[in-house]
């Protein structure tokens, strides 16, 4: 595991940036995985400045989405459809066919979900995958407990998931209850990770997944076990680590 540090949120989304715009020019027609939450939004606007600036090409580019809330229409403004497309697919040159995205309205999610697995399958895997770390742990909604080998399925939110979420809702009964997620198996079949995280508050989070033991109740903690992770984070989140990084 590479743990990089950087002085603010800013140079944080800006090195992230870097390494997934080397990607997609050593492999235009690379297959990444996207996260949302406010974690990875500098990341995407550094994405977005450069596809503008300095011409990224993001045309022969394969998504899929780590996670979507279930019974979330794709226009509903907190759906993560809604969120990729007003803050990076919107305003890149990514070609729509290209993006998946879990589809939160299916009739048959298990049908649905197999189908995902299969879709990844069928791109030859996902080359990047992007991870935000939730406070408990979580990497996509794989909440405490969740199976290290797990695959896409849909998984009862945590209710401190639910509270660290409604900040996006009016109120704590509109948040979802349930979400489809990428398992943690799948994530792991990734060729690289790239896991963000920054602030104060995820401090302790960094530090269970960067020095902690690897366990199932802190899902996170997996990523020491890939073969290719890097984890960047600001200077806040690494205030707890008592190794020395970079």
């Not at 939004?41 to 596809?51: A, D, P, S, T, V």
């Not at 279930?70 to 907190?78: A, I, T």
């Not at 945590?158 to 979420?165: A, F, G």
């Not at 997996?222 to 073969?227: D, G, N, P, T």
């Amino acid at each position: 595991m590479l743990v990089i540090i950087k002085e603010n949120y800013q140079e944080m989304s800006i090195e992230a940036a870097k390494q997934v715009a080397s990607l997609i020019r050593k492999k235009p027609d690379c297959v990444i995985g996207f996260a949302t939450g406010s974690t990875p939004l500098g990341l995407y606007k550094e994405l977005i400045r450069m596809h503008k600036e300095e011409g990224l090409d993001f045309s022969k580019v394969v998504s899929f989405n780590l996670d979507e809330y279930v019974g979330l229409p794709p226009n509903h403004p907190e759906s993560y459809h809604y969120f990729m497309w007003e803050n990076l697919f919107n305003h890149i040159n990514i070609n729509p066919t290209n993006v998946h995205i879990p589809m939160g309205m299916a009739e048959d999610i298990d049908a649905f979900c197999e189908w995902y697995e299969q879709k990844i399958i069928e791109h030859g895997g996902i080359d990047l995958q992007i991870l935000g770390i939730g406070s408990n742990g979580h990497i996509a909604f794989n909440e405490p407990g969740s199976s290290l080998g797990s695959r896409t399925r849909i998984k009862t939110l945590n209710e401190n998931t639910r509270l660290d979420n409604s900040r996006f809702f009016n109120s704590m009964d509109e948040v979802p209850k349930y979400a489809i997620t990428m398992g943690v198996g799948t994530i792991m079949e990734a060729k690289r990770l790239l896991l963000l995280a920054n602030g104060i508050k995820k401090a302790d989070a960094i530090k269970a997944t960067v020095e902690g033991p690897i366990m199932a109740k802190f899902p996170a903690t997996i990523v020491q076990l890939h073969r290719y992770a890097t984890v960047i984070v600001d200077k806040e989140a690494a205030s707890k680590l008592e190794g020395k990084y970079d």
